[in-house]
Nanobody, 119 residues
């Protein structure tokens, strides 16, 4: 079955960096776009970054442009989110997401990884 497993979250000081990873299984990873979302306490889940299936195109939320970079390694079935110059407002649970055509189009989410930016 489809699995999306995130890792790499943690506690970091403002201005610091973290790299999140999401390992995918159960589908042909290289044929689907992948995304990272985040959800802060009391707020709606929001799109952070998206990358097309071969990595040729990316897009970002305005709030993270120039600080975050999404990338993927199709040989490892893994999508990454490099987060630099972290701010307290980046504190959230970060989720890996894919919309897959398996009999019908469905949304798949990872379990999430907590990122806390605090001094």
């Amino acid at each position: 079955q489809v699995q999306l497993v995130e890792s790499g979250g943690g506690l970091v000081q403002p201005g610091g960096s973290l790299r999140l990873s999401c390992v995918a299984s159960g589908f042909t990873f290289s044929t689907y776009a992948m995304s990272w979302y985040r959800q802060a306490p009391g707020k709606e889940r929001e799109l952070v970054a998206r990358i097309t299936h071969l990595g040729a195109s990316t897009n970002y939320a305005d709030s993270v442009k120039g600080r975050f970079t999404i990338s993927r390694d199709n040989a490892k079935n893994t999508v990454y989110l490099q987060m630099n110059s972290l701010k307290p407002e980046d504190t959230a649970v970060y989720y890996c997401y894919a919309r897959l055509l398996i009999y019908r189009w469905r949304d798949y989410w990872g379990q999430g990884t907590q990122v806390t930016v605090s001094s």
